[in-house]
């Protein structure tokens, strides 16, 4: 199974997120850490997780750099008898955040994957989606994780932002891959409900072109794309949750899934602080689970199980094929090009 911990700081708020984050609440990082470990034993009990059998780690955020790494340790010892001894631990980092003592502290924690939050190498346009660091302060973070021992690298870029062309596409993926990275998530901005850019949507600009030429231009690097916004060696907790794979949520806002059933604790920092085991849960039915299914498996290499769909889903399905939108490898079918997978998700389920 794998475990996910929220992280709910920032150092401040960028423009086009959503993310349930908080700017000015260092001072209840020690509590929070501590309200962590309260929940944690509740959520192994009801996993039924037994010594060794969580496969993947993932601290995300809200930015975990800004939590200094002696404020994870008791978490760390807390979990080292469940963790699986060739789990994947993952942390997100942003790069001003990401001091050498902070990557130092989580190496010798266990961490032994790190995604850098970079956006872009273009200070101009870092400053227009309200990033945080410079382009230097991200080659500069990243050089010294390497340098520090970290083998397993990921950066994230977005693109389809106003203005974004091939060229300022070319020079962020030449500087990106000039870095010791093995993972890149290229993500296409959109505008959120309750952010600043809602009230400027105009910040983003539709280019489908844009979007294609771009993994075409990664997959020449030999970064293999193995989901619509993710290249190279693949990231263990995603796939997990593509493949539907159970997942403790941990934190403020940390949504779990246990076969079919969601849980939600609640995401108000000062709510979770408060009662760390209050949750909503949520039923899921086999009409839900198997649509999410579909939705996942086809936008991933994770493909679908030709037993899931009915006899009119299969028949569907040998149109795609003939069509070469699907492509079958024993029982399980896979789309051919992830960006049209919603739409085959959809034909599939008419
Ligand atoms: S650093 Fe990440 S989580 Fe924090 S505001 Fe920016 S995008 Fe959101």
Known sequence: M??????????????????????????????????????????LER????PGSITSLF???????????ELYTPLFEA??????????????????????????????????RLSFGVQSFDDEKLRRLGRAHSSAQAIEAIERAAEIGFERLSLDLIYNCAGDDRALLEADLRQAL??????????????EE??????????????????????????????VQYEISNFGDPCRHNLGY????????????????????????????????DNPLARRIEPLDAEALKTERIFLGLRSRVGIEATLLNSGERERAEILLSE??????????FCTDYFLADGIALFLMD
């Open 2 to 43: 794998l475990l996910y911990c929220h992280i709910p700081y920032c150092d401040s708020k960028c423009h086009y997120c959503s993310f349930n984050s908080y700017v000015g609440r260092f001072e209840s990082r020690t509590r929070y850490m501590e309200a962590l470990l309260e929940q944690l034993p509740a959520e």
């Open 47 to 50: 996993f039924g997780a037994s």
């Open 59 to 69: 601290i995300g955020g809200g930015t975990p750099s800004t939590v200094p790494a």
């Open 79 to 112: 979990l080292a008898p469940w963790l699986a001894d060739d789990a994947e631990i993952s942390s997100e980092a942003n790069p001003n955040s990401a001091s050498e003592s902070w990557l130092a502290g989580m190496r010798q924690l266990g961490v032994n």
């Open 178 to 191: 000039s870095l010791p990275v093995g993972h890149l998530s290229a993500y296409e901005l959109t505008i």
């Open 194 to 223: 309750g952010t600043p850019f809602a009230r400027t949507p105009e910040v983003r600009q539709e280019n489908d072109s844009l979007a294609r030429w771009m993994a075409r231009h990664v997959e020449e690097t030999g970064l």
């Open 242 to 273: 593509w493949r539907h794979e159970d997942y403790i949520g941990l934190g403020a806002g940390a949504v779990g899934f246990l076969r079919d059933r969601r849980f939600y604790p609640h995401s108000d920092l000062d709510v979770y602080l």
């Open 324 to 333: 070469g939108k699907l492509r079958q490898e024993g029982a399980r079918y």
